[in-house]
C-alpha cells in the first residue's frame, strides 16, 4: 500500500472515530433530555398527590386542636373538603395537558435506567402495589435551602422565574407552530370528572388518578420542590392567560407593545418585521406581539413552560374551556377562605381566533445556544426581553447576544427587575452568576452599540395573587435601544 493510501485510510478512522464519538455524544444528551423530561411529567403527575399530603397536614393540624377550638372552627373540615375538589379541577387541567403533550423522544427508552438507576422510586402510575386510597405514596422530602422552594413557596413574588432548566437545550425543530398542531384529540380519554356534579363521590382521601393513556408516560416520585414548579407553571397561567392576570399584563406586557407599535408604525403583511421574545414564558406576549402584525417568535427552554404553553395555543376550542384554582396552595395573607379558593377560568381568549398573524412560533431551547448560532446573526428587527435578563448565568452574553442578533437600526425593549436568578445558589458554588448593578448593565449596553432611547421605572408585580394581603411591587426597569449601525462589524474588530 502507498504512502498515500495508508494517509487516506487512517484519515478515513479518524473521520469515523470523531462520527461515533459525535453519534455517542449526541445519544448521550437525547438521555439527559429524556430523563430531564420524565422527571418534569412525573412532577405533573405528582401534583395532586403532593396537594393531597398538604390538605392531611391541615387536618392533622386541626385535629390536635383542643375541643373548645375545634367548635370555633367547625367549619374547616368543609374547606379542606372543598379543598380537594380544587386540587382535582387542578388535576384534570393538568391531566387533558399532558395527554395533548407529544414528547419529542420515544418516551419508553432508556427504561432501565427509570429501573435501576438513581430513580429508584420510579412507579407507572397504575401501579397495584400501593393503595390508592388513603395513603397516598410519600414523596421524598422537601429539597432543604433549594432555591426553587424559595421561589415558589413563600417568596413567590420573589424569585418566580423558578422553571428549571432542563439539562441541556431542546432537540432542534422541537417547535410549536400555533395553529397547526392539533395532535391527541382522536383517541383522547375523558379524565374530565367533575367532583361538583358529584357530591356523593367519596373525595375525602383519594387524590385524582391520572387517566391511563399518561401510562404511556413512566413517571416516578420526585422532589416536592419539582411540584413546586407546577405550582409555579399555575400562577403563570393566570398572568398570562386569565382575566384576572390582566392588570398584570397591562402593567408588564403593554408598555412593550405600545414601545413595539411606536417604532414599526407601518407593519407590511407581505414583509412584517420580526420580533424575538427570549425566555416567553407561557406565550401570550409574544402571542400580542403577533397580533400586532409582527413575525413573531418565543423562546423558552423550561418544559414545564412549553408543555402548557403548547397546550393552551394549540389545544383550547372555547374562552374559559378549563377552571382552574390557583391561589389553593398558600394558606397565608388570604382575606377570606373564598378567596384563596376562587376559581380562575382560562383562557381570557381564544388564541385561534386572537388575530395570530403568520409565522407566529415558539422554539424551544436556551437562548444562548439557540441564538447564539452565527445563522442568527442579524436576523431580527426587534427583541423584547419580559422579566428575562435576569435569569441569566453571565447577563454580559446575553446583552452579547442580544446585539449580534439585531439587525443594525433593530430595537431592543427590556422590562424587568435584575433578580438574579442564579444568585444566592447556595450549596452550589460553581454555579456562575454574574450579578451586576443596573448601572453596570446600561454601560455593558452602551459597549456593545446600543443608544438608549427611551428609560423609566413601572411599577410591577408578578403572578401576585392581586386579592393578597402580601404585594409584592418591583420597580422595574423599562427601556428601548436601539442598535446603532455598523455595530456587528465593530464588535467582531473589538473581539479580536
Ligand atoms: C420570569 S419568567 C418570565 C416569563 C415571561 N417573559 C413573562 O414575563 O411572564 C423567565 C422565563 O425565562 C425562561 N428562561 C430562563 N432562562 C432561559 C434561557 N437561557 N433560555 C430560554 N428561556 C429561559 C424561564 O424558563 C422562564 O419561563
Redesign the pocket.
Known amino acids: 500500500m502507498s504512502n498515500d493510501n495508508n494517509n487516506k485510510s487512517a484519515a478515513a478512522a479518524v473521520e469515523d472515530d470523531d462520527e461515533e464519538a459525535i453519534i455517542r455524544r449526541k445519544k448521550y444528551e437525547e438521555s439527559l433530555e429524556i430523563q430531564s423530561l420524565r422527571r418534569i411529567i412525573s412532577a405533573y403527575i405528582n401534583y395532586p398527590e403532593a396537594a393531597e399530603e398538604d390538605v392531611k397536614r391541615y387536618e392533622r393540624s386541626f385535629r390536635r386542636l383542643p375541643v373548645a377550638h375545634k367548635a370555633l372552627l367547625a367549619h374547616l373540615p368543609l374547606k379542606y373538603q372543598k379543598l380537594r375538589r380544587c386540587i382535582t379541577k387542578n388535576s384534570n387541567f393538568i391531566f387533558d395537558m399532558l395527554q395533548a403533550f407529544e414528547p419529542p423522544f420515544d418516551m419508553s427508552q432508556d427504561d432501565e435506567m427509570c429501573e435501576h438507576g438513581d430513580n429508584s422510586s420510579c412507579v407507572h402510575h397504575h401501579s397495584d402495589d400501593r393503595d390508592p386510597c388513603c395513603e397516598p405514596v410519600s414523596i421524598s422530602g422537601r429539597a432543604p435551602s433549594a432555591q426553587c422552594s424559595e421561589a415558589c413557596g413563600g417568596h413567590e413574588e420573589k424569585k ?2 423558578c ?1 428549571e ?1 432542563k439539562s441541556g437545550s431542546f432537540p432542534e425543530g422541537l417547535e410549536c407552530q400555533t395553529n397547526t398542531h392539533k395532535g391527541g384529540c382522536d383517541n383522547a380519554i375523558d379524565v374530565s370528572v367533575d367532583s361538583d356534579t358529584d357530591p356523593n363521590k367519596d373525595i375525602s382521601c383519594a387524590p385524582p388518578e391520572s387517566p391511563d393513556r399518561l401510562d404511556s408516560m413512566p413517571h416516578f416520585h420526585v422532589p416536592l420542590v419539582d411540584v413546586d414548579k407546577v405550582r409555579c407553571v399555575i400562577r ?1 397561567i393566570v ?2 392567560w386569565a382575566a384576572e392576570g390582566q392588570k398584570e399584563r397591562d402593567q ?1 406586557y403593554k408598555p412593550i407593545l405600545e414601545e413595539l407599535k411606536r417604532h414599526f408604525p407601518n407593519r407590511s403583511e407581505d414583509s412584517p418585521p420580526s420580533c424575538l ?6 406565550g401570550r ?1 409574544a402571542l400580542e406581539i403577533s397580533c400586532l402584525g409582527f413575525k413573531s417568535q418565543g ?4 418544559y ?2 412549553m408543555i402548557c404553553s403548547s397546550f393552551i395555543l394549540n389545544q383550547t376550542q372555547a374562552i374559559g374551556e378549563w377552571t382552574i384554582h390557583p391561589w389553593i396552595h398558600s394558606n397565608c395573607n388570604s382575606l377570606s377562605d373564598a378567596d384563596q379558593l376562587r376559581p380562575v377560568s382560562i383562557p381570557d381568549i381564544l388564541p385561534a381566533s386572537a388575530g395570530i398573524t403568520e409565522g407566529f412560533s415558539m422554539c424551544g ?4 445556544e439557540v441564538y447564539g448560532d452565527p445563522a442568527q446573526v442579524g436576523a431580527w428587527d426587534a427583541i423584547v426581553t ?3 435578563l435576569d ?2 448565568h453571565n447577563i454580559v452574553e446575553y446583552i452579547e447576544i442580544i446585539s449580534k442578533i439585531l439587525k443594525d437600526g433593530g430595537v431592543w425593549i427590556n422590562l ?1 427587575p435584575l433578580l438574579y ?1 442564579f444568585a444566592d445558589m447556595y450549596g452550589q458554588e460553581d454555579e456562575m452568576s454574574v450579578e451586576l448593578s443596573l448601572e453596570d448593565v446600561k454601560r455593558i449596553t452602551l459597549h456593545y452599540g446600543f443608544e438608549l432611547e427611551l428609560e423609566k421605572t413601572i411599577e410591577t408585580t ?1 403572578t401576585t395573587n392581586p386579592r393578597s394581603m402580601m404585594q409584592n411591587h418591583y420597580f422595574s426597569a423599562f427601556w428601548t435601544m436601539r442598535k446603532k449601525p455598523l455595530v456587528a462589524a465593530s464588535i467582531e474588530s473589538m473581539d479580536e
Open positions: 418566580e422565574n422553571c432548566p403563570n398572568r398570562d408588564c421574545v427570549p425566555g416567553a414564558g407561557l406576549l423562546n423558552e427552554f423550561s414545564y413552560m431551547g436556551d437562548f444562548v419580559c422579566f428575562f435569569t441569566a424587568g436568578h408578578y
